[in-house]
């Protein structure tokens, strides 16, 4: 078994951004993991690509994985709607699963994740979300601010990134898509409360995006 070294393994920490959840459970975000329930999210990423025999396959899982952590608009049927994925501490350790198993395959041996590495995502004191909107031109998310609502209270993000520039949508809806992340303090908000992200555009325009953090681990 091969045991990534630290700067590749620091490299994949850095693009778990872009893997998606692998399972489809419903309980609250965890905020706290023990090793053992680590371990078990790194397995139930990295099952699905293991037992993948062709990129057709591992399109699939990745496909009927996407949803499990966004909240707000299903793509497969509102693709213009407004949307987040809550890059979770258990969405990152499966997606370092995928990225295992897709390493062991390529290596032709077992690659497993350093355990400094799964003890830094399970100490992670934030979570970083990605909201996706649509917009009337390439530059309407600029600017964009974000914030939660849980009731009455309301939670600023400690970061948020700069809203990438508008890429031309092809389906129904407003011209364009963008993207932007913004990072929230576990310790802020209640990882167990019905809530609501609202964007605010330069235009005044307000998006609600609806998110049940019961049915998000």
Same mark, same amino acid.
């Given at each position: 078994?091969?045991?990534?070294?630290?700067?590749?393994?620091?490299?994949?920490?850095?693009?778990?951004?872009?893997?998606?959840?692998?399972?489809?459970?419903?309980?609250?975000?965890?905020?706290?993991?023990?090793?053992?329930?680590?371990?078990?999210?790194?397995?139930?990423?990295?099952?699905?690509?293991?037992?993948?025999?062709?990129?057709?396959?591992?399109?699939?899982?990745?496909?009927?994985?996407?949803?499990?952590?966004?909240?707000?608009?299903?793509?497969?049927?509102?693709?213009?709607?407004?949307?987040?994925?809550?890059?979770?501490?258990?969405?990152?350790?499966?997606?370092?699963?995928?990225?295992?198993?897709?390493?062991?395959?390529?290596?032709?041996?077992?690659?497993?994740?350093?355990?400094?590495?799964?003890?830094?995502?399970?100490?992670?004191?934030?979570?970083?979300?990605?909201?996706?909107?649509?917009?009337? #031109?390439?530059?309407?998310?600029?600017?964009? $601010?974000?914030? %939660? !609502?849980? /009731?009455?209270?309301?939670?600023? &993000?400690?970061?948020?990134?700069?809203?990438?520039?508008?890429?031309?949508?092809?389906?129904?809806?407003?011209?364009?898509?963008?993207?932007?992340?913004?990072?929230?303090?576990?310790?802020?908000? #209640?990882?167990?409360?019905?809530?609501?992200? $609202?964007?605010? %555009? !330069?235009? /005044?325009?307000?998006?609600?995006? &609806?998110?049940?953090?019961?049915?998000?681990?």
């Amino acid at each position: 078994m091969v045991v990534w070294g630290k700067r590749t393994a620091a490299a994949v920490l850095g693009l778990t951004g872009s893997l998606v959840l692998g399972s489809s459970a419903v309980w609250a975000i965890d905020v706290n993991l023990s090793s053992e329930e680590a371990h078990k999210a790194l397995e139930t990423g990295r099952v699905p690509i293991e037992k993948a025999n062709s990129q057709e396959e591992v399109k699939k899982v990745l496909q009927q994985a996407s949803l499990v952590t966004r909240v707000g608009a299903d793509p497969e049927t509102d693709p213009c709607g407004a949307s987040a994925v809550l890059r979770t501490k258990r969405y990152r350790l499966e997606a370092f699963g995928r990225q295992e198993a897709a390493e062991s395959k390529k290596r032709k041996t077992d690659v497993r994740m350093p355990e400094e590495f799964i003890q830094k995502v399970m100490d992670m004191p934030n979570m970083e979300i990605e909201v996706q909107l649509c917009g009337d #031109d390439e530059y309407f998310a600029e600017g964009s $601010v974000i914030e %939660l !609502q849980q /009731g009455s209270k309301r939670i600023k &993000p400690i970061d948020t990134g700069k809203a990438e520039r508008g890429r031309k949508n092809e389906t129904n809806g407003p011209a364009f898509r963008s993207r932007f992340t913004a990072v929230f303090a576990y310790e802020q908000f #209640d990882p167990n409360a019905s809530s609501v992200f $609202v964007v605010n %555009l !330069q235009d /005044g325009k307000e998006i609600r995006i &609806p998110a049940e953090f019961s049915k998000v681990k």
